[in-house]
């Protein structure tokens, strides 16, 4: 069997209505799915303006706004349309990648079906409700993310960190890394653009500390505004440099209000921002892999993160960055400071760095996926009767 044979379901919950690096990763394997000769069909909500166009066949799903974040929808339901479309396409592997609704659905129906199911995990879903002050909810959505895991066939995972995690939570016992790649004619040192950070307000001495994504509070934004709140504090020279947007705008310019916020950047200017820093500070523990690290990384300036999943299978901490305890905003400060009291050491971790980036090919870590499914439909493929007869022998 070979990809071309694959007839693959893919149900997300975002796959192109919001920009965020896990719808983005999906759509770059449905492309490299389709460049392999595999047909593919994409369940997920729908809206009149999405944020990009997506790749291969989108089918919509009954949805409705999240409460609280309306940005995000959430399924409903399959739905009656969605249902005849899915027994119609017949596919021969389905991939869930949202433990929503249709997501849970979906896997009822493939089991009753003897079809295989993979899925895969692309954020922490159970730290959220601590950015929310509702931390007491953490338990129950290890229970209910337990459940709908272990009722798939098999999970990938963006990291070995995060594998190690879902492995101890008892999610599932086959767990395989479907890592990130990155864009090396985007993300390159070469992209960095001296006149791009004087228009920013940012002179050739200053030192332009970076958050990068969207701005959302389980991305850290509290540790971020405080760590360079003691900088200033301390009197330790530096800028901010913001590139992204989101909700939390408003909240995270009252929080860091001397910050240079360039909203949204895509494509070059995405590159050309990243590269334009002369560190990322990722504080947050919600990523599986971590986009930004990456990007980052390939540019060629080092990263100051938290030691949680995704990060720590990046960032080797002292050689191509620092790891720093989650929340700890002294040590976060520490470490930020010293990267600006010490270029030659900055610019020698961002080096590594961008050694380490070269290893992330996309159509290689895709690969993984599509071998995954292959691994699964035959593991699923029912016995012919010569092969039953010579199995009984």
């Given amino acids: 069997m070979t990809p071309a044979d ?70 409903l339901a399959l739905g009656a ?6 027994e119609g396409f017949a596919p021969n592997v389905l991939h869930v990648s949202s433990p929503d609704i249709a997501g849970h659905r979906a896997v009822g129906w493939a089991r009753e079906r003897n079809i295989p ?19 007491f909810l953490e338990p129950l959505m290890v229970r209910m993310l337990r459940r709908f895991y272990r009722r798939c066939d098999a999970l990938v995972v963006p990291s070995e960190s ?25 993300f390159s040192p070469a992209s960095r653009d001296e006149d791009w950070r004087r228009r920013h ?22 540790v971020f505004a405080e760590t ?36 949204f950047k895509g494509g070059a200017d995405l590159g050309r921002a990243v590269a334009s820093m002369d560190m990322l500070l990722n504080p947050s523990v919600t990523e599986t892999f971590g986009n930004v690290t990456l990007e980052a990384m390939a540019c060629g300036i080092p990263v100051v993160a938290a030691r949680a999943t995704g990060s720590t299978s990046l960032v080797e901490d002292r050689v191509t960055g620092r790891l720093v305890e989650p929340g700890d905003t002294e040590a976060f400060a520490d470490a930020v400071a010293a990267y600006i009291r010490d270029p030659a050491t900055r610019e020698a971790h961002g080096a590594a760095g961008e050694r380490r980036a070269r290893d992330f090919s996309w159509d290689a870590i895709n690969k993984a996926v599509a071998d995954a499914y292959l691994r699964l439909v035959s593991r699923h493929a029912p016995r012919s009767v010569d092969e039953s007869a010579r199995i009984s022998a």
């Fill in 81 to 86: 349309a969605a249902k005849r479309d899915l």
């Fill in 162 to 186: 995060m594998a190690a995690v879902l492995r101890e939570q008892g999610m599932n016992d086959d767990i395989a890394i479907w890592a990130r790649g990155v864009d090396r004619d985007i």
């Fill in 228 to 263: 360079v709140g003691l900088l200033k504090q301390r009197g330790v020279p530096h800028k901010v440099l913001v590139v992204g947007e989101g909700p939390a705008r408003d909240f995270f310019a009252q929080a860091v209000p001397d910050a240079i916020f360039t909203g």
């Fill in 201 to 222: 307000n940012i002179d050739g001495d200053d030192v332009a500390v970076g958050f990068l994504g969207r701005l959302v509070l389980e991305k850290g934004l509290d």
């Fill in 6 to 75: 694959l007839r693959v379901a893919l149900f997300s919950g975002n796959y192109n209505y919001v920009r965020d690096g896990a719808n983005q990763a999906l759509n770059r394997l449905v492309d490299y799915l389709l460049r392999q000769g595999a047909t593919v069909r994409v369940y997920s909500p729908k809206v009149d303006n999405p944020a990009f166009e997506p790749a291969g066949d989108l089918v919509g799903l009954p949805n409705m706004p999240i409460p609280g974040r309306s940005e995000y929808r959430m399924s």
């Fill in 117 to 135: 199911v993979l899925g895969s995990v692309h954020t922490r879903f159970e730290t959220y409700p601590r950015y929310y002050r509702m931390g």
